[in-house]
């Protein structure tokens, strides 16, 4: 497994420079005391314990898995002690709500100090990472007694919460799903059925678990919309907050799975398990999709993670390996031969991976921040930051998750044969992240989600609210040094409302075009989108170089990145505007009985 | 794991139709008996074979994988008792040399017996399949004494081989190998070394092991100059052929791998063991290349296995699992969601599966049919043949493994969350498909092997070979019913040369160019060839369906997935012609200190 090094300086010039955060910040009631240098610190802090106590973590977690026995889930070795120490350092109630034991730290610093942890170790930072939709939740449509009772103890990390979704007859499909609440004398429900694929359903970390569950009432109507959330603690809660019985909800076996080996996927049993009403009844998928948003830029961090760790460990090996000679003449005349970083095409995938992970890193914090404004803006700024997240953060889960898994096989390849060796780290990063582009929504449904409900469904106008913001960004940078960014970038903006509005005419025509097109499309509006991160890092790094302001170099590696982003990935878009109009029929003309072996 | 069901009929679909092999064994001496009834045959009762020997061992092979003790190595549970009936049945010399045993089939049926096989059970077929390099290179080079000695009991299976390249130091570049041979008074060699990633380099299911090793003579020039073949067998071999003492060649270790748990990848350390020169000295590499394009093909069938195991896995899968509603209205109005084959992007991901399992198995089927030409046509037809040889084989490689290793993602991809668990196999077909790209040459060696030594180095003659075979294909097949793909493959067909001489111009310019747009260039011209073999079956299957000849609805699916190939693949093109000609210039700009985290 690479050693993990926190890209802090990377991290800080996203945050401070490209995002001018603590300028924003000073102008959002709340968040004013988050300056450059509080959170300059925070990230130093937050890379100082990631280094050092969980990314030693990641293989042995990995190689020991999670044991499952009738008492429970046991973690791997040092997740617990790991996770105490998080604890006692505050680290989850960073972001949280400060009337509630949180720091009231912006979210952006929630999702940064989610990459540097996730990247050390994706398996651990999902214990306290799957707390967030708890919190939210709870947040968000909890009446006091439950914050008091729930929010205070998911926030300090004492205890850590679920969200019970999924069951096995249904996944992306929640319209399908069974498990049933009964109300009691008391005013509270019995929950009764299976869910499946719970991360971090049970574990031994925390004295309680926090489950928010899905289920129907006993008249709900069919489908999504009768659909309640239910508040199911692991153990009961008294009235002074202390544990008290254990309620009927068990795990009844966990996972084996391709990856993530550390972290429980539990099969959750509920017997009649006592749960608590939180929001309006029937209405629990709308109340979901609240902070929807924000779980999918989490997991959209991990291909992100992914892309970050895989490179570092390719970095290292492509300095150091020796192979051949480089084609224009030795490098290494001494040695018996060149290091493979001299060879273009061990470049080309190592700069594939630096360009997703760095673009990607611009755009989720770019996400992370809108959703600070839709939190603590006026009227006028949160809408059009909630505008921008709705379409934005479609592309960002699939299209990051989508690239991240590539960056991590790109690293795996550099490594040649030892590349499929386990004792090297790098195969792990593949299996690990190749769940990301299924959790939280596949990359179809993000697709679906992205065309239907965001493009088309907004008549074009979230789509035309995000090109604004590149087109000022153009209008604003049109002096003739930034030409290599701004006018493809210019072009790019209007050939995506084209194609979105030719997808429109083929959809009116027939949905199936619509769903044919859905993934290509999403994935062009990535690059595009990464275009428009690169573009602004790549003339704030002229600036730089133009002024000597700074460590040069660094600037210097940034606008190379971002010339063989232009240069090398951006054209995938070519292809991708092809396909994504090729409309449905060769997809669908052929019927069911002909798929045969 | 998908229970796997041989593709019989597609099978014979291009050994018969496309291929017309009959026709073309009765023209090469030696291949007379290569019959449409016998091949049929013989692929009907590998099927079978596969079907119920091995593939029931490739979940469990997983799961179990191989183990270690200083006795040797123990392969997973019915490896053994698979392997004995695989030889009782006498398919180990089903393609090799009637003088030593064999059955004397044409290669062609070896590679369709090495898919059949493979797609049951990968880890299992390495172990008979890693023979064949040992087989050819004794066939090829040894004497008369070590062909009886040796490859009667290769080829009956009795005994099993490997091939001795890689060190820890060096995999691609076999130049820096240190593995020692020294002369003794005998006539034979000491070999001292160790030797990393031997497939099947041990096992318990036969009584000898022969190792081909790649050694140093003592005065043997430094790089790949100096380099001789030896064969060192696990027992000495007594002259009436029975085994006698054990030589001095032992497994140190096995890797823990990512997949193809089933196989043992051995470190193996020759301690001044026993061997014997063959071939010439210091010639070992050039005699390796006389058969390396067999090795290849072999390897390549790989993508191909994996892309068909995880297509029948996802198929099955689309037509059970139901969730949502098809965007043009329900399709399953009685049941509660429609089966997800209803949704165009699960038919998309399906359709590129079927599209480059069907699509590669002609490709690769015609590659081994090139072999046979090779080696048992008059000089003209092997010169010809094996140029297209030379060219094709690093295409078909790299290529079949890309796509088969995308496919295989594809497969899981279709079951959404539940691709991830291990109880369904999917994700073990994406685990045991990694490793194609890397070992018998990554992709980035294949792309400079492509551009270098094949396209430039031939000065475009090689390309211009198989350019032409497209061009008179394309012009016996003018009529307008067949426009759609003859238009444009024959585009193709002249803008590959195009885009090959615009890469030449880049490389005499700076050859890091070529090196830039090597893996892109392949990728391009693996498109394109693929494209090539969709036309003719495509063709072939409109001619079937005119004239109502044999079960219609297999060439209509046929044809259906031949439009999907054109519309949906092959524009991936797009993108890759303006990548491959991008140049060095974004790769080699940052100078390595600026490559830093």
Avoid at 154 to 173: F, Y
Avoid at 194 to 221: C, W, Y
Avoid at 452 to 480: I, P
Wanted: charged share 20%.
């Amino acid at each position: 497994m690479p050693d993990y090094k926190a890209p802090v300086r990377d991290i800080q010039f996203v945050i401070n420079e490209v995002l001018e955060s603590e300028k924003l910040y000073q102008t959002l009631p709340g968040l004013e005391e988050a300056t450059e240098d509080l959170m300059s610190a925070i990230v130093e802090e937050g890379a100082r314990f990631a280094e050092s106590v969980i990314a030693p973590l990641n293989r042995s977690g990995d190689e020991e898995g999670c044991t499952w026995s009738e008492d429970g889930v046991a973690t791997p070795a040092g997740f617990k002690e790991a996770y105490r120490q998080y604890v006692d350092n505050g680290w989850p109630a960073l972001s949280a709500d400060s009337h509630y034991g949180g720091q009231g730290m912006p979210s952006l610093l929630g999702i940064v100090m989610n990459e540097i942890a996730g990247t050390a170790n994706w398996s651990w930072v999902m214990y306290p990472g799957l707390s967030h939709g708890a919190v939210n939740t709870v947040e968000a449509h909890g009446d006091e007694d439950q914050k008091q009772k729930y929010l205070t103890k998911l926030i300090s990390g004492e205890w850590t919460g679920t969200m019970c979704l999924t069951e096995s007859q249904c996944g992306s499909d929640l319209g399908l799903l069974r498990t049933k609440a009964e109300p009691q004398a008391d005013g509270s429900y019995a929950i009764t059925g299976t869910k499946i694929f719970i991360s971090a359903g049970e574990h031994d970390m925390t004295e309680n678990i926090v489950h928010i569950v899905l289920a129907r009432l006993p008249d709900a109507p069919e489908g999504t919309k009768g659909i309640s959330l239910f508040i199911v603690p692991k153990f009961n809660v008294n009235e002074d907050g202390t544990v008290g019985e254990r309620n009927a909800v068990h795990c009844a076996s966990i996972e084996e799975k391709m990856g993530i080996h550390g972290n429980a996927t539990c099969v959750l049993n509920f017997d009649g398990a006592r749960g608590f009403l939180i929001g309006p009844p029937n209405r629990g998928l709308n109340a979901m999709f609240t902070f929807m948003n924000t779980a999918r830029i989490g997991t959209a961090t991990q291909g992100l993670a992914h892309a970050e760790l895989s490179f570092q460990g390719a970095l290292a090996y492509a300095k150091e390996r020796l192979a051949m000679r480089s084609l224009t003449g030795p490098k290494n005349p001494d040695g018996p031969a060149d290091p493979i970083i001299v060879h273009p095409d061990v470049r080309r995938m190592l700069l594939t991976q630096k360009a997703f992970a760095e673009g990607s890193r611009a755009f989720l914090y770019y996400l992370a921040q809108q959703g600070d404004i839709v939190a603590n803006g006026n009227e006028e700024q949160a809408k059009a930051a909630d505008d921008l997240m709705a379409l934005l953060t479609p592309i960002g889960k699939a299209f990051v998750t989508e690239v991240g898994f590539e960056s991590a096989n790109l690293g795996l390849q550099v490594f040649g044969g030892h590349g499929f060796i386990r004792e090297w780290g790098m195969e792990q990063i593949v299996r690990d992240a190749r769940i990301a582009m299924l959790y939280e929504g596949t990359t179809g449904i993000q697709a679906l989600d992205l065309v239907g409900r965001k493009v088309l469904g907004s008549g074009g106008k979230l789509l035309l609210g995000f090109t604004s913001v590149v087109d000022e960004f153009c209008a604003a940078n049109s002096g003739a040094e930034y030409e290599e960014f701004i006018k493809p970038l210019q072009a790019y903006s209007k050939e995506w409302l084209d194609l979105s509005m030719k997808l429109g005419e083929a959809a009116m025509e027939n949905p199936d075009n619509a769903g044919a097109g859905a993934v290509d499309y999403l994935m062009y509006s990535g690059y595009v989108t990464l275009a428009y991160f690169w573009a602004r890092m790549a003339i704030l790094a002229q600036q730089k170089i133009a002024a000597a302001d700074g460590d040069v170099s660094f600037y210097e590696a940034k606008l190379m990145t971002a010339r063989f982003y232009f240069d090398r990935l951006l054209p995938r878009t070519e292809s991708l505007k092809t396909t994504m109009l090729a409309g449905a029929d060769s997809l669908m003309a052929m019927p069911e009985a002909l798929f045969q072996l």
